[in-house]
T-cell receptor, first 112, second 113 residues
Framework: QKEVEQDPGPLSVPEGAIVSLNCTYSNSAFQYFMWYRQYSRKGPELLMYTYSSGNKEDGRFTAQVDKSSKYISLFIRDSQPSDSATYLC????????????FGAGTRLFVKA | NAGVTQTPKFQVLKTGQSMTLQCAQDMNHNSMYWYRQDPGMGLRLIYYSASEGTTDKGEVPNGYNVSRLNKREFSLRLESAAPSQTSVYFCASRLTGPGNTIYFGEGSWLTVV
């Protein structure tokens, strides 16, 4: 079993839809939770960062962490064609600076 | 504002050839990383360097070597390329600490035939 599981999609939605992207994990030591966005033929870039449980909102994006269920989500409101990308969840523990584990990524297509 | 710069962007190698991927960061970060990204596998850590002068194996180190030349530069070497090393390689860096943001380069597309 992978430490981080993420549905690879692809997920195709119409413009304006609410998108829900999710990851589950098995390591209860994870405390830092991140979402990266990766456009085609580009490197991943940080989109959202959350420490421990709770919600964080940034414009059209909301990140949720439920540590009791080992489940994290990214919601995109009023999705735009420019949101079409691969979204990777990532998480790390407070034990050493290297152990960041990435999900496989979910490909999202937003149709105009 | 360059961030993380890696070269070359594209490379085709024959089986058994060697090559070095170069990476440099201008953000004064302590930690640097090399990942490979394959379809359905996500990003997998090959090697990392927590600070200048140190390197350690990650999840998939076999067939690779690294050099942390100085604080800015971290190179990845394939001594004898194999088709299984066909992948997209990303160099990354961050300030030391698990909660700090990882910054990625643009990627190097490597094909081994």
């Amino acid at each position: 079993q992978k430490e981080v599981e993420q549905d690879p999609g692809p997920l195709s939605v119409p413009e304006g839809a609410i998108v829900s992207l999710n990851c589950t994990y098995s390591n209860s030591a994870f405390q830092y939770f991140m979402w990266y966005r990766q456009y085609s033929r580009k490197g991943p870039e940080l989109l959202m960062y959350t420490y421990s449980s709770g919600n964080k909102e940034d414009g059209r994006f909301t990140a949720q962490v439920d540590k009791s269920s080992k489940y994290i989500s990214l919601f995109i409101r009023d999705s735009q064609p420019s949101d079409s990308a691969t979204y990777l969840c990532a998480m790390s523990a407070n034990t050493g600076g290297f152990k960041t584990i990435f999900g496989a990524g979910t490909r999202l297509f937003v149709k105009a | 504002n360059a961030g993380v710069t890696q070269t070359p962007k594209f490379q085709v190698l024959k089986t058994g050839q060697s090559m070095t991927l170069q990476c440099a960061q201008d953000m004064n970060h302590n930690s640097m990383y090399w990942y490979r990204q394959d379809p359905g596998m996500g990003l997998r850590l090959i090697y990392y360097s927590a600070s200048e002068g140190t390197t350690d194996k990650g999840e998939v180190p076999n067939g690779y070597n690294v050099s942390r030349l100085n604080k800015r530069e971290f190179s990845l070497r394939l001594e004898s390329a194999a088709p299984s090393q066909t992948s997209v390689y990303f160099c990354a860096s961050r300030l030391t600490g698990p909660g700090n943001t990882i910054y990625f380069g643009e990627g190097s597309w490597l094909t081994v035939v």
